[in-house]
């Protein structure tokens, strides 16, 4: 592993993550303003049903990480049958999952947005209500397509899943001018380019993966066949991700139902502040990523002290990273919030949040999102759960309403909230990994 993983190959596992998670940031970027031509309401939309879909798209990524987990120690120790049985038992289980969650949005649609955000104005709920909809008919896609990236980052072969999530966003922007624009759709035409997007990238993805060679191919795919060992051992620890990262959104949610509160103005500040600071932490996911595959291997091969080197080289790298562009988005926060439709009471909130998450992130984030993924990797999956969801409610949560309406901070009261909860998480996990008993946890046996 020690030749497997020196800088010449982290490297080149590395750069594909970080522009494929810059890709993200700054497409996402631009959908919003896209949409922020319709109006602060289409804004406040769209970043309503966003966070029921990252919710979502992160608990089906904590799902894939078991798969990844699994197949990268199976990588590890060169036995490529069962890492291609892995491969396809992971697909099995998000795309059943992905399609009852489907199904449920679908028919629940409006009652969702009602029990999760309580009252909000009827032109934010009608749009929403269009984007929930369309957005959940991706679910499947999404999830096949959140699997097979996975799969591909398992066998450190990110320049794959880089090169398609450019081609896709490509494809998103195309279909946001012409829905949007030409159209003139509104948030309905965003929500049909995200569909047609997702679609896309799923049948890719699971065509290349199908006729690979590679230790994670699919090939036999649709020849179904559970083997109940496999998925025993992926859920072991996707499904302690899974359940600590849908703790997290709903939490992240309830604390989303401060901002109708205090108006559409902070709805869309906080949406707008959301997507500028996905510009620090998107990059700083491409470290925790690469934790999984690298960490993996090394387990799986039981070569400990190359896991340690490597993680405590990915995690300087991660906060050089992360402090240089914090401050790089707090001294320019003035024109990046300026690149939106936003009012002048909006664009004051925003300068507000901004200036607190940079702080934050500049120094939690890398200790509460990059180095539980080496823990992950390890197989202690079980204590980041519970670790993660003690601070979810004790801090994040409960500080949030405390800051708002107890102490009078308003809005703001939910970014130093948020910051706490990286840094009492981070403490957790820094505190497990210098004590060293992730080391006696097993994924595999066999």
Same mark, same amino acid.
């Given at each position: 592993?020690?030749?497997?993983?020196?800088?010449?190959?982290?490297?080149?596992?590395?750069?594909?993550?970080?522009?494929?998670?810059?890709?993200?940031?700054?497409?996402?970027?631009?959908?919003?303003?896209?949409?922020?031509?319709?109006?602060?309401?289409?804004?406040?939309?769209?970043?309503?049903?966003?966070?029921?879909?990252?919710?979502?798209?992160?608990?089906?990524? !904590?799902?894939?990480?078991?798969?990844?987990?699994?197949?990268?120690?199976?990588?590890?120790?060169?036995?490529?049958?069962?890492?291609?049985?892995?491969?396809?038992?992971?697909?099995?289980?998000?795309?059943?999952?992905?399609?009852?969650?489907? !199904?449920?949005?679908?028919?629940?649609?409006?009652?969702?947005?009602?029990?999760?955000?309580?009252?909000?104005?009827?032109?934010?709920?009608?749009?929403?209500?269009?984007?929930?909809?369309?957005?959940?008919?991706?679910?499947?896609?999404?999830?096949?397509?959140?699997?097979?990236?996975?799969?591909?980052?398992?066998?450190?072969?990110?320049?794959?899943?880089?090169? %398609?999530?450019?081609?896709?966003?490509?494809?998103?922007?195309?279909?946001?001018?012409?829905?949007?624009?030409?159209?003139?759709?509104?948030?309905?035409?965003?929500?049909?380019?995200?569909?047609?997007?997702?679609?896309?990238? *799923?049948?890719?993805?699971?065509?290349?993966?199908?006729?690979?060679?590679?230790?994670?191919?699919?090939?036999?795919?649709?020849?179904?066949?559970?083997?109940?060992?496999?998925?025993?051992?992926?859920?072991?620890?996707?499904?302690?991700?899974?359940?600590?990262?849908?703790?997290?959104?709903?939490?992240?949610?309830?604390?989303?139902? %401060?901002?109708?509160?205090?108006?559409?103005?902070?709805?869309?500040?906080?949406?707008?502040?959301?997507?500028?600071?996905?510009?620090?932490?998107?990059?700083?996911?491409?470290?925790?990523? *690469?934790?999984?595959?690298?960490?993996?291997?090394?387990?799986?091969?039981?070569?400990?002290?190359?896991?340690?080197?490597?993680?405590?080289?990915?995690?300087?790298?991660?906060?050089?990273?992360?402090?240089?562009?914090?401050?790089?988005?707090?001294?320019?926060?003035?024109?990046?919030?300026?690149?939106?439709?936003?009012?002048?009471?909006?664009?004051?909130?925003?300068?507000?949040?901004?200036?607190?998450?940079? %702080?934050?992130?500049?120094?939690?984030?890398?200790?509460?999102?990059?180095?539980?993924?080496?823990?992950?990797?390890?197989?202690? *999956?079980?204590?980041?759960?519970?670790?993660?969801?003690?601070?979810?409610?004790?801090?994040?949560?409960?500080?949030?309403?405390?800051?708002?309406?107890?102490?009078?901070?308003?809005?703001?009261?939910?970014?130093?909230?948020?910051?706490?909860?990286?840094?009492?998480?981070?403490?957790?996990?820094?505190?497990?990994?210098?004590?060293?008993?992730?080391?006696?946890?097993?994924?595999?046996?066999?």
């Amino acid at each position: 592993m020690a030749e497997r993983w020196n800088n010449r190959a982290l490297f080149a596992l590395l750069w594909p993550l970080i522009i494929e998670q810059l890709l993200a940031v700054t497409m996402g970027a631009a959908d919003t303003i896209m949409v922020s031509s319709v109006g602060e309401f289409a804004v406040s939309a769209v970043n309503v049903i966003d966070n029921i879909n990252n919710f979502l798209i992160i608990a089906f990524t !904590a799902m894939c990480t078991g798969g990844a987990v699994v197949a990268s120690q199976y990588i590890g120790r060169q036995n490529h049958a069962n890492s291609r049985i892995a491969a396809k038992q992971l697909v099995y289980i998000v795309v059943l999952i992905s399609l009852i969650v489907m !199904a449920v949005a679908l028919v629940f649609c409006r009652p969702i947005i009602r029990l999760l955000y309580g009252k909000i104005e009827d032109d934010v709920m009608n749009a929403a209500a269009i984007y929930f909809f369309i957005t959940a008919l991706s679910y499947p896609f999404l999830a096949l397509n959140n699997a097979n990236a996975a799969l591909f980052r398992a066998v450190g072969n990110s320049r794959v899943t880089m090169i %398609i999530a450019l081609l896709v966003n490509i494809l998103k922007i195309g279909g946001n001018v012409l829905f949007i624009f030409v159209l003139n759709l509104g948030v309905l035409g965003a929500a049909l380019s995200t569909l047609i997007c997702r679609i896309i990238a *799923a049948l890719i993805t699971t065509s290349m993966l199908y006729r690979s060679n590679s230790p994670i191919s699919i090939a036999g795919l649709f020849n179904i066949h559970f083997v109940r060992s496999m998925i025993k051992n992926i859920l072991n620890v996707g499904l302690p991700s899974g359940l600590e990262s849908s703790m997290f959104m709903i939490g992240r949610i309830l604390t989303q139902r %401060i901002f109708p509160v205090f108006g559409t103005s902070a709805m869309a500040a906080n949406a707008i502040t959301s997507v500028i600071n996905s510009l620090s932490f998107m990059i700083g996911t491409a470290f925790g990523i *690469a934790m999984l595959t690298i960490v993996g291997q090394c387990v799986g091969a039981g070569d400990y002290a190359e896991v340690k080197k490597q993680t405590a080289k990915l995690m300087k790298m991660a906060y050089i990273t992360l402090f240089f562009l914090s401050t790089l988005v707090f001294i320019c926060r003035d024109p990046l919030i300026g690149l939106f439709s936003l009012s002048s009471e909006a664009h004051v909130l925003a300068k507000s949040f901004l200036q607190v998450h940079c %702080i934050s992130m500049a120094f939690g984030w890398a200790m509460s999102f990059a180095l539980p993924n080496a823990l992950r990797a390890a197989g202690d *999956a079980r204590y980041v759960m519970i670790a993660a969801t003690i601070s979810m409610w004790l801090v994040r949560v409960s500080s949030a309403y405390l800051f708002a309406f107890g102490f009078g901070l308003g809005p703001v009261g939910v970014w130093i909230a948020m910051g706490a909860d990286f840094f009492v998480r981070g403490v957790f996990y820094c505190l497990r990994w210098l004590r060293g008993k992730w080391q006696e946890k097993r994924v595999i046996t066999d």
